[in-house]
């Protein structure tokens, strides 16, 4: 249980079958100084195991139990005392540590609040009109179809770089499954501080685990898992992409489109909200812009908006940009200028590592202008705001738009807006003064994450 007492360090521990598990010799987490903040636990394969065996033992929530648990869950994660930390040091921790903006964090933790509070209704909006929830629904003697799961353990491998990548594998929970969550070696606060709440407000033991590993035990969760989900970079998704049972989570890669019909001079904050929003370090960050006609104005004008952010620590109440220890951000730094070859640069072509003299640095605002629509930056993501602009012709079609989370299309044209949303991958799209890192309770995220754990089974009695 963590202590938030400054003379004693924080531990995390394992949140396992019987409650928590602290090993001999925990794992050190530090902030984006280098200092120690924490203890973490990491458990072995062997735990692991088990601690799959017991899911698959244990039953699931009690469907009649789902909206008070997740309700009271919700009001104990967004103000209350979880294994000995108040909301504010959490929300600090996770900013010195991830490199999150504070503010950043704190609306993240009202809108993970937000999202536990809905997740059983969110959960059941991908169900079929024509499946019923369970044998007892009597829907189901009209339609002969019960909405059932694939399985029964699901694995979260998480990622870091957002608080709100938890709010997920919540739905999980509430459709039935038995959840594991190994979290992120970076951030390990939210996932954390989640499971905590949801114990707190009457999840068992064996329902919801917090099960930190290496990299190699990873797989042992993973594979032992009926259904996972995976984050990581384009290795990821190509390691996964013939499992079945695995849903990677890659790279967003997401867009905006501005056509000649629409002044982007009426929607530019929409557009450096999308680039900067949220520290610019999800996946539904804008990748790209592309634009129908000249795009240097509208590139001059949002790197002139990104330019005047503050270089501030991360748990400044100014901060806006995303930091990381000094060495990474010169890395990353290097790796853009030699991405960025051919383009021509209108913010960060000297550098992007700003240092802040204690060993961290504040990753500066990077926007580029490309050749062509099909010029290949435009693939290339990176953990900061960095936009690639690019002019689109519509001879050059849906291609260059295609392989995108959200795409924010600023267009009246109805014929382009029905083919965006008919485009197969093209996970979202968002019409008029709606960012890309646009999020909802019930809203799909990469379509709905029951598409991946339900089907509809048939169900039918005869005479008995």
């Given at each position: 249980?963590?202590?938030?007492?400054?003379t004693?360090?924080?531990?995390l521990?394992?949140?396992g079958?019987?409650?928590?598990?602290?090993t001999?010799a925990?794992?050190?987490?530090?902030d984006?100084?280098?200092a120690?903040?924490?203890?973490?636990?990491l458990?072995p394969?062997?735990?692991?195991?088990?601690?799959?065996?017991?899911?698959?033992?244990?039953?699931?929530?009690?469907?009649?139990?789902?909206?008070?648990?997740?309700?009271?869950?919700?009001?104990?994660?967004?103000?209350?005392?979880v294994?000995g930390?108040s909301?504010?040091?959490?929300e600090?921790?996770?900013?010195?540590t991830?490199g999150?903006?504070?503010?950043?964090?704190?609306?993240?933790?009202?809108?993970?609040?937000?999202?536990?509070?809905h997740?059983?209704s969110?959960?059941?909006?991908?169900?079929?009109?024509?499946a019923?929830?369970?044998l007892?629904?009597?829907?189901?003697?009209?339609?002969?179809?019960?909405?059932?799961?694939r399985?029964?353990?699901f694995?979260?491998?998480a990622?870091?770089n957002?608080?709100?990548?938890?709010?997920?594998?919540?739905e999980?929970?509430?459709?039935?499954?038995r959840?594991?969550?190994?979290?992120s070696r970076?951030?390990?606060?939210?996932?954390y501080?989640?499971v905590t709440?949801?114990r707190?407000?009457?999840?068992?033991?064996d329902?919801?685990?917090?099960?930190?590993?290496d990299?190699?035990?990873?797989?042992t969760?993973?594979h032992?898992?009926?259904?996972a989900?995976?984050?990581?970079?384009?290795?990821?998704?190509?390691?996964y992409?013939?499992?079945?049972?695995v849903?990677?989570?890659?790279?967003?890669?997401?867009?905006?489109?501005?056509?000649a019909?629409?002044?982007?001079?009426d929607?530019?904050?929409?557009?450096?909200?999308?680039v900067a929003?949220?520290?610019?370090?999800?996946?539904?960050?804008?990748t790209?812009?592309?634009?129908?006609?000249?795009p240097?104005?509208?590139a001059?004008?949002v790197?002139?908006?990104?330019?005047?952010?503050?270089?501030?620590?991360?748990?400044?109440e100014?901060?806006?940009?995303p930091?990381?220890?000094l060495?990474?951000?010169?890395a990353?730094?290097?790796?853009?200028?030699r991405?960025a070859?051919?383009?021509?640069?209108?913010?960060?072509?000297?550098?992007?590592?700003?240092?802040?003299?204690?060993?961290?640095?504040?990753?500066?605002p990077?926007?580029?202008?490309?050749?062509?629509?099909?010029s290949?930056?435009l693939?290339?993501?990176?953990?900061?705001?960095?936009?690639?602009?690019?002019?689109?012709?519509?001879?050059?079609g849906?291609?260059?738009?295609?392989?995108t989370?959200?795409l924010?299309a600023?267009?009246?044209d109805?014929?382009?807006?029905?083919?965006?949303t008919?485009?197969?991958?093209?996970?979202n799209?968002?019409f008029g003064?709606?960012p890309?890192h646009?999020?909802?309770p019930?809203?799909?995220?990469?379509?709905y994450?029951?598409?991946?754990?339900?089907?509809?089974?048939?169900?039918?009695?005869g005479?008995?």
């Amino acid at each position: 249980m963590p202590s938030s007492r400054t003379t004693d360090p924080l531990y995390l521990d394992a949140l396992g079958p019987r409650g928590s598990y602290r090993t001999r010799a925990p794992e050190t987490v530090t902030d984006v100084t280098g200092a120690d903040v924490a203890r973490l636990s990491l458990v072995p394969p062997l735990y692991v195991s088990r601690a799959i065996d017991a899911l698959r033992e244990a039953p699931p929530i009690a469907a009649a139990d789902l909206d008070a648990v997740f309700a009271t869950a919700g009001e104990v994660f967004a103000s209350g005392t979880v294994g000995g930390l108040s909301v504010r040091e959490y929300e600090r921790l996770v900013s010195r540590t991830s490199g999150t903006p504070l503010t950043v964090v704190r609306a993240a933790t009202r809108g993970t609040a937000r999202f536990l509070r809905h997740a059983p209704s969110s959960a059941d909006r991908g169900r079929p009109r024509g499946a019923a929830r369970d044998l007892g629904d009597p829907v189901r003697h009209e339609t002969h179809t019960v909405w059932a799961r694939r399985g029964e353990v699901f694995a979260v491998n998480a990622s870091g770089n957002h608080p709100g990548v938890h709010r997920g594998w919540l739905e999980a929970l509430a459709l039935g499954y038995r959840v594991a969550v190994r979290p992120s070696r970076r951030e390990p606060f939210t996932p954390y501080r989640l499971v905590t709440a949801l114990r707190q407000a009457g999840v068992r033991d064996d329902q919801l685990m917090l099960l930190p590993t290496d990299h190699p035990t990873a797989d042992t969760l993973v594979h032992g898992a009926d259904r996972a989900v995976v984050y990581g970079g384009d290795d990821v998704v190509a390691r996964y992409a013939h499992d079945g049972r695995v849903l990677p989570q890659g790279p967003g890669r997401s867009k905006i489109l501005v056509t000649a019909d629409t002044d982007w001079r009426d929607h530019l904050d929409t557009l450096v909200s999308s680039v900067a929003g949220e520290g610019g370090t999800a996946c539904v960050n804008a990748t790209a812009i592309l634009v129908e006609g000249d795009p240097g104005p509208l590139a001059e004008a949002v790197a002139a908006r990104l330019a005047v952010l503050p270089s501030l620590p991360p748990q400044d109440e100014r901060a806006r940009l995303p930091v990381c220890p000094l060495e990474r951000a010169r890395a990353l730094s290097a790796h853009l200028r030699r991405v960025a070859a051919g383009t021509h640069p209108w913010l960060g072509g000297e550098g992007i590592a700003d240092d802040l003299g204690d060993g961290s640095a504040v990753l500066r605002p990077g926007v580029h202008q490309a050749t062509s629509a099909r010029s290949a930056q435009l693939r290339a993501e990176l953990p900061f705001p960095c936009v690639w602009i690019a002019p689109w012709t519509r001879a050059d079609g849906l291609a260059p738009l295609r392989d995108t989370l959200a795409l924010s299309a600023l267009t009246r044209d109805r014929d382009l807006r029905e083919a965006l949303t008919a485009e197969p991958s093209i996970a979202n799209v968002y019409f008029g003064d709606q960012p890309t890192h646009w999020m909802a309770p019930g809203v799909p995220h990469d379509s709905y994450l029951s598409d991946f754990l339900m089907r509809s089974k048939g169900v039918s009695e005869g005479p008995s």
